[in-house]
DNA sequence: GCATATTTGTCCGTATGTATA
DNA sequence: CTATACATACGGACAAATATG
């Protein structure tokens, strides 16, 4: 069964990661055992396995006796994430010094992808190229574990995206933005690209928790 | 088997947990999967659910088809943890602001309770109290997440102290410099607090990074 | 409130693959 | 290279809790 260089249960909670943040099961689903055994081609244990990993990210939840749901951020949530994506994005940018330009290549890259994206009017497309900004910004720290927590608060973020309704207006704003921070680090202007990035989150907070609460409502309405 | 509203998997796992930390399991040991099944009286499936659990804290490392062993951090790892720890603690005090003063009773409690060890000569509790210290200081960000991070990077520094010879040198110079820090809580000055406490991460780094090397040779001269 | 059906939680037996002696 | 030990993974079974009528 083993033929590559990683177990089951970590396939099969990459298959059902994508699965996730593509939106095919969105916030508040409930994944049930037996349905995905059949579907992954996996056992029991070893989907288990999946949704232990799954969910110490923070992409799914354990209800005792009741399963395993994809995660639905309240705004408690929603605040807590983006206090700590102030702390390490803007604490990463001001502690920068002497950075290599090869170094932003990256950030770049990701600036000009969302540019292009914002030119054909795909909005998810230019979300997900300013998420990857943001990844890349706080590699510039060289740090594991840096990269691994900022992974994950852009991987629940992202789930956060999929229930908003008008991801143009959510997106597209910070496209210039991320270009303007491009500017302040090409120039080393470090200090002050950290004040802006802090002014840009409290921003984007703002926007999504009272999109995410429209949205929230909506579903209110829905179903109850 | 469930009369607790905690699941065996994560019942064992913070048996397994604490055992480690205590230093039964010292870093590098394996955990062998039938050995244990009998000892916590659980099944594969579960105690390997356990595993995932704790290898996704940090405190345990998954081998394929070798087995899951006790974390052994590298000179790397130990660099990246407290690169981690700078960032994550001294933003969360520089960004500090009108602070109640019963929010400082239980860093209080910690100072006084590692003088205590101090007197009587337990340089292990002094390095627990120190540890708390931290973790309360943290927990003044009043996040969840903050707080689930620093327990993580703690629990993994934990492990580190343990293999350490001399802990009197280890954790001594520090309770003087937590009192320290408390003072400056209390009279306000976190700008002040923030910078002393980066200074002080940093020479606590370079000693655990010595010390750490040298237990290191220690280790290798034994086994090989 | 009660009985039932469904789903999760847990355990066991077994087969297969991999690493190490 | 062979053999052994062990981790990995599967499938079936039963217990326990929840949800539904």
Chains 1, 2 share one sequence.
């Not at 059902?16 to 916030?27: A, H, K, Q, V």
């Not at 604490?91 to 990256?106: F, H, K, N, W, Y």
């Not at 629940?156 to 210039?176: D, I």
Request: hydrophobic share 45%; proline share 2%; glycine share 6%.
């Amino acid at each position: 069964m083993g033929l590559v260089n990683q177990s089951a249960a970590e396939r099969a909670a990459e298959v059902l990661r994508c699965r996730i943040t593509e939106g095919e099961f969105p916030p508040g689903t409930q994944l049930s055992e037996e349905g995905l055994t059949a579907a992954l081609g996996v056992s029991r244990n070893t989907l288990r396995e999946a949704f232990r990993l799954l969910a110490h990210d923070g992409l799914l939840v354990h209800r005792l006796h009741r399963g395993v749901f994809v995660v639905e951020l309240d705004a408690y949530a929603l605040v807590d994430l983006y206090r700590m994506r102030r702390l390490l994005e803007c604490e990463v940018v001001r502690s920068l010094e002497g950075l290599d330009d090869a170094q932003l290549v990256p950030l770049r890259r990701e600036v000009e992808a969302a540019e292009a994206a914002m030119v054909r009017e795909d909005w998810l497309a230019v979300g997900t190229a300013n998420m990857h900004f943001h990844q890349h910004l706080v590699a510039l720290a060289e740090s594991r574990r840096v990269d691994k927590v900022a992974r994950q608060l852009l991987a629940e973020l992202r789930l956060v995206f999929l229930v908003v309704a008008n991801p143009r207006r959510l997106h597209v704003p910070y496209v210039e933005r991320n270009r303007r921070l491009l500017g302040l680090l090409e120039a080393g202007k470090y200090r002050r690209a950290a004040s802006d990035l802090e002014e840009y989150l409290r921003i984007s907070e703002a926007q999504v928790l009272t999109a995410y609460g429209a949205a929230a409502e909506q579903r209110g309405r829905a179903s109850g």
